[in-house]
């Protein structure tokens, strides 16, 4: 086995990770705490992604899991007044949606596209 073979092997095992993590995060709609195994995992496992076109998908899931709680913890502070309900439900979707995109360009074998700056 060469080098370059080794670098194959990595990718693909960090890949097979990714998915895991994808999968944590979804499983977090019925249970949740394998949201906070995903975003441990994420950040444990951030340096080995750094520089390959998984570091994409690592960004997009822990921005997930930051966004989802800000919006959780929102939208709980305000169910008394009646639009905490509207948080939470859009927050979910969204939540949803991010799971969903995020996946299917992993299978695809594609990078999130980066947010405009």
């Known amino acids: 086995m060469n080098e370059t073979d080794g670098v194959v092997v990595q ?3 960090n890949r097979k990770l990714t998915h895991v993590i994808y999968a944590l995060y979804a499983a977090s709609i019925l249970v949740g705490i394998t949201c906070l195994v995903a975003i441990i995992i994420n950040y444990v ?3 080995d992604v750094a520089g390959t076109w998984l570091e994409s998908h690592f960004r997009w899931q822990i921005r997930t ?8 913890v929102l939208g709980a502070l305000t169910l008394i007044f009646g639009v905490g309900l509207f948080i939470l ?7 949803v949606y991010r ?6 360009f992993l299978n695809d074998g ?3 596209p980066m947010p405009a700056a």
């Open 89 to 95: 439900l859009a927050g979910f979707v969204w939540f």
């Open 65 to 72: 899991f930051w966004f989802s709680l800000l919006w959780g």
């Open 45 to 47: 496992k951030r340096d």
């Open 11 to 13: 990718d693909e095992a």
């Open 110 to 112: 594609k990078p999130m």
């Open 99 to 104: 799971i969903v995109k995020g996946w299917l």
